[in-house]
């Protein structure tokens, strides 16, 4: 495998003063590698623009250097025991289990393993039973993928072996009876008088992890269970339970709540009959955690602004920047204005490979000294929720326990675009590199502290503004910003397709966030049928409008229309002269017809208003976009047949971005922009153009 020369992460993306961060690094050097500590103000590798721009930070953390070591990538998820399991000397063993492959011809997929005995799918289909590499016994018939099969073997003292593999959706049932001998002294030698049991891996070198779902393993002993798990219960825990025997760890997150060998289309929801969710469906690509050792850490000073921040890490030429987030300490804020980061969409986006990915980006990055690597070559790292698993099915788990490609200052998401073409943290360095142009003393906060803290996280600021695209969230954050805007607070929404997906934090590894991509939207996968509820807490997954939240009830405009990474001017449409503050200093009503994302203020993915969907506000319109040349595409939900939509109108009208304002009743107040190139505009001509003006202005406002 490909490993990157120097890689690393760290534990949190975001830390208050007090609090520690650790760093966890992989270098195939020989020497040294060195960290130092930089404050990031730029991200966009764009020589046309403002440039990756960093400050030394070296007084919060002195440049120092240690040993490097290689540290290797396990992916591919499995359960194991948590302490060996010893079968009584001189008696018969059962072990059973149900089992459904959704990959074959994938070389060998070990489904179970104790000591030195594993049951596998073989490469060419059939299922073995081996004693280490030696098979004992083989299926004369090859599996087929996404059918339920019965397994159980049972081996005697006397090295009698006999396995049956039955099909309960074949006619003939019963598949295979195959039985064989072993002498007595290796049989001895089987379970070495105890050892661990490892359900979808073996414990070679390749642990040969399993694709598929398996349910109700159980091992028997003469007549008596020794082992024996259900899978039905704490469906939500990242530990299954024994009922009898050693509880099993699940590593690197295997998918839960998933349906089982009963499912019947009845019920929908597995907490209503979890028997029917009885399954737990294991990938070879699985990853969670690297869990590589930490080789230092920093300890934030209390004089530590608050700010974006890059750990650099660098040995023989070779080089890793790990970006992390430092936020003022809780109700201590050092500015009225906070900048709220999506880290939790950061993270569902770490190492999406994109199927538009080109080689020939890589000229692009090695003529603008961009970041040099993409996920789609290194998909060993991992994979994005995004992409799909080697099986096919959808990956609904993120984390940033790993390396993350496109979490780097100067990665480069689309490397043909006639523009930065940036996404996420690089392209939201845009409006960091402005507020810093423009002297705005800002605070950070990200969706971690939105989430865990709630309101008490905002309550200090007057104006709380996003990023590019704020996509994920949870109940907590949904309800922290309403309270926000509703007390009162000033909400800049600048960014598109906002607001969407409702995503679960994991309650015993908060790092870790599921997303079932259920029922519709705009989605790069499907969740199927009968698992459209999350794992983690049960709650009905998917678009947050399908939830009864769209985002309009918050910022007043959602998801309509979404395009190649192309953008469009707005045209001042309100030329009312109550919201004359908005375009002070602003003579022309083309607004935003440049842009280092899209080249143009409107573009990509465009929110518009729905008084359908919204709470009733007065929502002024101040300024749109318009599909002129027929590049956008109504999003799904919008859609109703080839000639209707949910507007009731013609669909070039509302494939739109809308620029609007409006205030809540009890004196809060919203400015959305409705686009994701947006904030990209803001340091056109060194950060002098109309867009940078208007957020200007309204930043004043919201101030007053
Ligand atoms: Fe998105």
């Given amino acids: 495998m490909d490993y990157l020369p120097i890689a690393g992460y760290c534990d949190k993306l975001s830390v208050r003063p007090g609090e520690k961060i650790r760093f966890y690094v992989s270098s ?16 966009d590798p764009n020589p046309k623009g403002p440039g990756i721009i960093e400050e030394d930070a070296s007084q919060y953390f002195p440049a120092s250097s240690f040993p490097s070591r290689f540290q290797p990538i396990s992916i591919g998820s499995y359960a194991e025991t948590i302490s060996e399991l010893e079968p009584t000397p ?55 993928i996404r059918r339920w099969y019965r397994f159980e073997f049972q081996i005697a003292p006397n090295g009698a072996m006999v396995f049956d593999l039955k099909c309960p959706a074949n006619h003939s049932n019963q598949l295979e009876t195959v039985t064989g001998q072993i002498n007595t002294e290796d049989f001895a030698k089987l379970f070495n008088s105890g050892a661990t049991i490892r359900i979808a891996a073996g414990f070679g070198r390749d642990k040969n992890c399993f694709n598929g779902r398996i349910e109700a393993p159980q091992i028997k002993e003469n007549d008596t269970t020794i082992a024996e798990w259900d899978f039905s219960k704490d469906i939500s825990s990242l530990t299954a339970k024994a009922d009898i025997g050693p509880d099993l760890l699940l590593k690197n997150a295997p998918t839960r709540g998933v349906t089982g060998r009963k499912w019947d289309a009845t019920e929908f929801s597995w907490k209503h009959k979890p028997d029917h969710y009885a399954a737990i469906h294991f990938h070879d690509d699985d990853v969670y955690d690297f869990d590589w050792d930490c080789d230092f850490e920093l300890e934030v000073p209390d004089d530590m602004p608050s700010g974006v921040y890059v750990m650099r890490i660098n040995a023989e030429g070779n080089e890793d920047a790990i970006p992390f987030f430092v936020c003022p300490p809780l109700n201590r804020p050092k500015s009225d204005i906070c900048v709220l980061v999506s880290t939790f969409t950061y993270t569902v986006y770490g190492n999406h490979a994109r199927p538009d990915y080109s080689p020939s980006y890589l000229n692009r990055m090695k003529e603008w000294n961009a970041y040099p690597y993409n996920p789609a070559q290194y998909p060993h790292y991992g994979l994005s929720t995004y992409n799909t698993h080697s099986d096919g099915s959808g990956i609904c788990h993120a984390s940033y326990k790993r390396v993350l490609f496109n979490l780097r200052p100067g990665y480069i998401t689309f490397g043909d675009a006639e ?36 309101l008490e996280a905002l309550s200090s600021y007057k104006i709380v503004m996003t990023g590019s695209h704020p996509e994920y969230h949870t109940s907590n954050m949904l309800d ?16 598109g397709n906002g607001f969407y997906w409702r ?52 910022v007043g405009i959602g998801f309509t229309a979404q395009a190649n990474f192309v953008g469009m001017p707005y045209k001042r449409v309100c030329h009312d002269s109550e919201f004359e503050w908005v375009f002070r200093g602003i003579e022309t009503d083309t607004l935003g017809d440049f842009g280092f994302s899209g080249n143009g203020a409107a573009g990509f993915e465009l929110d518009r208003c729905d008084e359908k969907l919204d709470e009733g506000e007065d929502i002024t319109i101040l300024a749109q976009s318009y599909d002129k040349d027929g590049q956008f595409i109504l999003v799904p939900e919008e859609i109703l047949t080839h000639l209707t939509n949910l507007s009731g109108g013609p669909e070039d009208q509302v494939k739109r971005a809308d620029m609007v304002y409006f205030k809540t009743a009890s004196g809060g107040q919203v400015f959305s922009v409705g686009s994701i190139t947006f904030c990209g505009s803001l340091p056109w001509n060194n950060f002098d153009n109309n867009i940078s003006t208007l957020l200007s202005n309204v930043i004043t406002k919201f101030r007053e």
């Avoid at 195939?28 to 991200?43: D, G, K, T, V």
């Fill in 28 to 43: 195939q050097s020989e020497r040294n590698f060195s960290a130092r500590l930089h404050r990031s103000i730029c991200a």
């Fill in 419 to 454: 523009c930065s073409g940036l996404r996420h943290f690089q392209a939201d360095s845009h409006l960091i590199a402005w507020l810093h142009h423009q002297n705005i003393e800002f605070d950070i906060i990200t969706d971690n502290e939105l989430d865990r803290d709630g």
């Fill in 480 to 495: 922290a910003l309403k309270q926000y805007r509703d007390g009162g607070g000033g909400l800049i929404y600048l960014g």
């Fill in 503 to 554: 995503i679960v934090r994991h309650s015993e590894n908060p790092s870790l966030i599921e997303i079932r991509r259920s029922e519709d939207g705009l989605r790069a996968w499907a969740a199927e049928p009968g698992e459209y509820y999350n794992a983690f807490d049960g709650s009905y997954g998917g678009l947050w409008r399908r939830n009864g939240r769209p985002p309009q009830q918050l």
């Fill in 90 to 144: 001189e008696a018969n063993i059962s072990i059973k289990f149900w089992f459904m492959p959704t990959r074959i011809n994938a070389g060998n997929q070990v489904i179970f393993s104790w000591g030195n005995l594993s049951v596998s799918i073989q490469n060419n289909g059939q299922l073995s039973v081996k004693r280490n590499e030696q098979l004992l016994l083989e299926s004369g018939v090859s599996l087929k």
